[in-house]
């Protein structure tokens, strides 16, 4: 079983920048491709969460969704076993929990593509 810890969530201001940061429990990746994401769910979508990211955990090689695209880099540290999310020109819109994923075979915008999840981490952008 594969734990993900998120962190770096807040509260900012909007235009302001945050870096979230994801630590996996997988010290072993056999398959390639092995894709680690980013997902989020916003205040009253309950049932959805919403693409943010993905990251190839050997190649590096992302996919970023339109909806944040210029403002959102995916990386990782395969010395420290970290996917960061940095987060720039944060809107309202960007408030939701912020979850780490991964186990998922490509880089895949389906949440049901990846079989472990994070708890979370809050992000709370005031107007």
């Known amino acids: 079983q594969v734990q993900l810890v998120e962190s770096g969530g807040g509260l900012v201001q909007a235009g302001g920048s945050l870096r979230l940061s994801c630590v996996t429990s997988?010290?072993?990746?056999?398959?390639?491709?092995?894709?680690m994401g980013w997902f989020r769910q916003a205040p009253g979508k309950e049932r959805e969460r919403e693409f943010v990211a993905a990251i190839y955990w050997m190649s590096g090689h992302t996919y970023v969704a339109d909806s944040v695209k210029g403002r959102v880099t995916i990386s990782r540290d395969k010395v420290n076993y970290r996917v960061y999310l940095q987060m720039n020109d944060l809107r309202p819109e960007d408030t939701a929990v912020y979850y780490c994923?991964?186990?998922?075979?490509?880089?895949?915008?389906?949440?049901?593509?990846?079989?472990?999840w994070g708890q979370g981490t809050q992000v709370t952008v005031s107007s």
């Open positions: 997988q010290r072993i990746f056999t398959a390639d491709p092995y894709a």
């Open positions: 994923a991964t186990g998922a075979d490509h880089l895949s915008p389906v949440e049901t593509r990846y079989p472990y």
